[in-house]
């Protein structure tokens, strides 16, 4: 019996505020930078964006997956995640078991290419 995998989308948007003839705030625009699945098996807990790189925590709700952290390059995933209209999740990561208990609230990308 083949089971299939929840997804979810997450999507990178660069959002611009538009000034007005006098230099004020009048619109905002935004443009879809990227857009992937990851396997929806629990709650996203944080996000750190830096350049081209995503970091997502997620507190799993299934038996037998760990909590994890995921590291994403989203500048090269580009739409083949997205073929025939089904979601691909084979794209490169790098994914590290975590216990929520041992790390802070947060988790942030740093310049030094390190998670703190």
């Known amino acids: 019996m083949h089971q299939s ?6 999507q990178i948007w660069r959002v ?3 000034l007005d003839g006098q230099n004020r705030g ?3 625009s935004a443009i879809l930078l990227s857009s992937f699945p990851r396997e929806n098996c629990g ?3 944080f996000v750190s964006l830096l350049g081209r790189s995503i970091a997502f925590a997620v507190e799993t709700t299934v038996f037998g997956i ?6 994403v390059d989203w500048a ?3 739409s083949q995640s ?12 790098k ?20 998670l703190t």
Do not use: E, W
Request: proline share 4%.
């Open 5 to 10: 995998i929840r997804t979810q989308l997450i």
């Open 16 to 18: 611009t505020l538009q």
């Open 26 to 28: 009048a619109s905002l």
């Open 43 to 45: 709650s996203l807990r």
């Open 66 to 71: 760990p909590n994890y952290i995921a590291i």
């Open 76 to 78: 090269n995933i580009q």
């Open 82 to 93: 997205h073929r025939d209209g089904a979601l691909n999740l084979s794209y490169p990561r």
């Open 95 to 114: 994914v590290i078991s975590i216990n929520f208990t041992a790390v802070s609230r947060s988790i942030r990308l740093l310049f030094i290419h390190k």
